[in-house]
């Protein structure tokens, strides 16, 4: 795979990755699956696509952000050295239905779920309740802070 489009001035990373929504991410995340690289029809495929008009400026924008390349086959590849960066900012966060959402948000979710279904199976009588109560309370607190500060910071707006 030729990489002559990978070279050259260097990536505004804050731009790429604020670039990086909808279905840009989306045709981002297939291409970067498949380290050989991708074709038109194949990329239509995987990712639904009825139209190649659908994909193009899609494409067109992860090529002039530099974050694809394409090779002298006619396929489509993320470089080894970007794909590594971005996969990097996105580790900690898994897709639901199209949008990337923090791992620590599904753990405070649970969290909070399970310590909920606790208190109401068990209910708190008497002062040896407290100091679970208020530990119980006070780690509800932390997994949301972390998640919320984790929503704030995520890569891709």
Sequence with gaps: MGMAEAEGP??????????LKGK????YWIIQKEYEGLD?????????????????????TLRRLRIIARSEDGKYFVP?????????AIRS????????????LIGAIAFTAFF?????????RGPAWTPMLAFGLA???????WAISNWARRPFK
């Excluded at 780690?139 to 802070?145: E, P, T």
């Design 10 to 19: 260097e990536i505004d990373w804050r731009r790429a990755m604020g670039s």
């Design 24 to 27: 840009t991410l989306r045709l």
């Design 40 to 60: 038109i029809d194949a990329i239509m495929e995987r990712g639904k696509f009825k139209r190649r008009s659908d994909i193009d400026p899609h494409l067109a």
């Design 80 to 88: 080894p050295e970007i794909r590594e960066r971005l996969n990097f």
């Design 93 to 104: 966060f898994v897709f639901l239905r199209g949008t990337l959402v923090p791992r620590a």
């Design 116 to 124: 909920a279904i606790y208190l109401a199976l068990f209910v708190p």
């Design 139 to 145: 780690l509800c607190a932390v997994n949301w802070i």
